[in-house]
Structure formats: structure tokens, C-alpha cells
């Protein structure tokens, strides 16, 4: 039934659905081909999204870095998977460390939680990789060591963080040349990142562990008075897990379990399948309305209950629940409003996803969190360090409160969904920090609900909910459905693309009869690439 996809492109772009039996699809097209080049090699899905990972923390290290955290969800082709790959807090990290301060740290050493991309490069290797771990780092080190041009949206995205964060310890040495960040197009070298890289991929992760590399972080740490040990770093695992999911428009949608924001779009998805969604048109005021309200109850119960696994007050599932999710889609009403959360009963980022011709599909997710992260790069490495630190609370009431080895709420999620028998159907996630869950709930009503092709759920214009009623949407809106949301009560505000995040960046492959139809979204420097 999803094989009736809308091929016409409704929205301004240049871009056109490509199609293939093998593809990867990416914020960045030499890690595209850096995926592409795995496949072509004999290499599995996993492969190629792993290559793609590791080129990204060299040409695109404004969104991601060695020192990011990861996820994925992988369909193996039997059964879907998810990995959660991210940091926990370091075990001096109580709420006491943090005493005197109204909120978590942003930036520097005291935003970094233990460093979780490199171990899920490592996890996805060896349970689905065909190719040796130094295949797959091959291109990174490349292009890390021999250099290539830097892009035009990068380069605008470089000067920004830089500015911000120049002072951060290690930051110029590694990311300014010659005092200045680089300009587009040009040619840069990243030698400290081939080094690493190379470490990493000769001892498939374990100096970055508990070797030499291990050392320089926790020295450097020490160095600048935090407390991130090497008796953190080694106590490090992932974990592998199920997915949560909800039905809707007929297939299932999919995300991973807390500590990300994932639930958030299941819950708005789950509402609008309740009170039947579709009656009118994708881009009608009449649907944005109940979208945006949807949307709305599904972040006020994302604030309040979401945190990691472990510390959870209410079980994921009960936010699922049908029941409850009805009785939350009884609040929306006909005028905009400003839900709280509800009560169940007890109980800077780059995406990417690859597909391969014997049916295994990956959605990859990895990210430093703020552009460029805590803006620490560890001396002679290369190794930028994310700050999902920021990510907790400091409120000792709030079920997201710091505490040592635990894992801070995340902004970063992959998605999937299945045919309702399990087969799969897509892989598609879309980057941009609190815009992500709300990004997943746009693409999945366009896709699934209106039939609209990847290519062009990702060139259609966005709107992002920033709290309140207020709504920023992009330049592209009809002027007419804006005023006529305005009528409704919605504070919006027409927004230029500005900023790390903005209105975030799509990848999507989906599966049909004949293969894989791949979208990427026009406002990064993204590419599918198929063969």
C-alpha cells in the first residue's frame, strides 16, 4: 500500500527521489560515497553507515566529532534492532558537584559525559559488519590526511561555533587555521583526526577506551580541573535494544526507547491517529492546527517525564498507551493552546541511513549536541568532545536531576518504520536538536498519511513549536495559512534559516516493490547516493 507514492514535487527545490538497490544517504556527499564505496566493496548496510559515520566527524565536525554520542536502529532482515550508544555521567557528578549553579554547564569540560559514537561504531561492526573495522575507517583517515574542501554551509556553520568557542581548551589548534576558521571551499587537513582515527581502527575502539587515547582525555580533564576518569571511560557499554512503537496511517512507527525524545513524536503520531487525521489537505490550516497541538501535548509530557531508562518514574509504554493517548487527544480544542503534561498511570547533529540490496536497512544518528559540542578538543587528537552534560537537570525534584553514571536526556534520535506484519518500510531521521522529534512527526504525516514522496516530504516547509503558542515556520509558508493560523490563536513568526539548528536536515530511504527510493533535505549539503 506505500508503493503509491505522489512522484510530483510540489515544493520549490531542485532535488529529485533517486532510486537504487544499494544507497546511502547523508548531510554530506563524501560521506555518502564514503558509504557507497563500502557497499560497492562487498560491504553490509552497517558498513557503509559506519564509513559514512566516521567521514562525517572529519568534513562535518560542526555537527558531529570523535567525541559525539550515537544511536541507530538497524533492521537486520529478520528483526529490528536498536542501539543506544550514548554517555553516561561521570561517577564524581552528583548534584553536590554542581552546587552554586542555577543550571548545567554549556560548554568546556563540565558539559562532556563519556563519549559514546566510537562504541557504537564498534557494536554495529561486529554484529552486522562484513567488512574489517580498518576498511570501514579507510576514507575518514583519507580524507582527514590528505584534506578536501570544506563546503559553503559548513564553512558559515564553522564560523559561528567558532566564534562562540575559540577559547574552549584545544578548540584553535585543532579548528582555526591560521587564527581564522576555514572559508568555503577551501582545502583543509585534519592530521590529528587521521591519527586518532587510525588508532581507533587498529584496535577497534579499545584505545579509545582504555589505551592511549583513554589517557589523553582523562589527563586532560585533570588537566582543566574535571573529573571525566579513565575509570569512566572503561565502564562504558551500549546497550541493545527494542523499539517503541505506535501505529499509524497503516505501518508502524518506530523509536528508541528513553533517554531520547523519540516517545514525544510516537505520542503526537498516536494522538493524531485517534482523532483520524487526513480529513483535509497536508499543508491545510485546518490540519496544521491539530498537528501543531498534537505535537504540543506530546513535548509537554516529554519535559516532565523523560530522562534515562533506569531513572524513570512512569514506564515509556504507559505514554503510549491508546487509551491515554485518546484522553490526551480530548484536549485539543478548536483555538491554539498551552498544554501541560499529562499523568499515565504508574507504572549540532548528523543523521544517515543506509540501505543494501539483501534487504538490511540502518538509521544512524551521531552528534556533539550544541555546534561543536562542549567545544573541548583533547590536545594532539582531534578528539572534540560533545556536552550532553547540558542535557541534565539541576533541579533535585526532576526526574532528569544529575547523578553519577547516569544518562542525560538526548535530543538525538533515529527512526524506522515497519509494514504492520514487520517488514520494513523506511529509515529516516532528521537532525536539528529539539526540532527532531517534531521534524519525525512531519515527514511521517507527509509520507505515510499523504502519500507524499521522500524527496519532496523533505523539500516541504517546515514549522517548529518554540513554546507557548508561539510558531516559527519557514519563508515558504502560504501567507494565507499563516494568517489563518494567527486567527486561531498561534503566535507565529515567519523565521529565516539561521543558526545551528533552524529547521533541521532530512535523510529518508524508503522501500518499495523494486528497491529504495532515497530524499535529502534541500537545506543541508546532503546527497543520496544509489547504485
Known sequence: MFDDLDYTQPYASARSPVMGRNMVAASQPLAAQA??????????????????????????????????????????GERLQ??????????????????????????????????????????????????????????AIRYARDGYQVTPIIAQQWRQ??????????????????????RAGQHIQLPDHARTLTAIAQSKGQAFYKGALADAMAADAARHGAVLSLADLAAHTVDWVETLSVPFAGAQVHELPPNGQGIATLSALGILEAVGIGEHSVDSPETLHTVLEAMKLGLADLRHHITDQDHMRVLAQHLLDPAYLAERAGLIEETAGDPGHGSPKPGGTVYLCAADADGMMVSFIQSN????????????????????????????????????RKRPFHTIIPGFVTHMDGSPLMAFGLMGGPMQAQGHLQLMLRILRYKQNPQAAANAPRWRLEGGKTVSVEPQFDPETVA?????????????????????????????ADGYVGGTDPRKDGLVAAF
Open 369 to 404: 549536541y550544541m555546534g561543536f559540542g562542549s567545544g573541548v578538543v583533547v590536545p594532539g587528537t582531534g578528539i572534540s568532545l560533545q556536552n550532553r552534560g547540558a542535557g541534565f537537570s539541576l533541579d533535585p525534584e526532576h526526574v532528569n536531576v544529575v547523578a553519577p
Open 484 to 512: 489563518a493560523l494567527q486567527a486561531l490563536g498561534h503566535d507565529i513568526k515567519v523565521q529565516e534559516l539561521s543558526g545551528m539548528f533552524a529547521f533541521g536536515g532530512a535523510q529518508i530511504i524508503q522501500r518499495t
Open 161 to 182: 561555533g567558532a566564534a562562540l568557542l575559540k577559547d574552549q581548551p584545544g578548540f584553535a589548534d585543532c579548528f582555526l587555521f591560521d587564527g581564522q576558521p576555514p
Open 35 to 76: 558509504g557507497l564505496e563500502m557497499l560497492r566493496r562487498g560491504g553490509s548496510a552497517a558498513d557503509a553507515a559506519i564509513a559514512a559515520a566516521m567521514v562525517l566527524t572529519v568534513v562535518e565536525p560542526t555537527g558531529c566529532g570523535i567525541g559525539s554520542d550515537a544511536f541507530a536502529i538497524i533492521w537486520d
Open 82 to 139: 536498536g542501539l543506544n550508544a550514548s554517555g553516561r555521567a561521570p561517577e564524581q557528578w552528583t548534584p553536590e558537584h554542581f552546587s552554586g549553579q542555577d543550571a548545567m554547564p554549556q560548554r568546556g569540560w563540565n558539559a562532556v559525559t563519556v563519549p559514546g559514537a566510537v562504541s557504537a561504531w564498534v557494536a554495529l561492526s561486529e554484529r552486522y559488519g562484513k567488512l574489517p573495522f580498518e576498511t570501514l575507517a579507510e576514507p
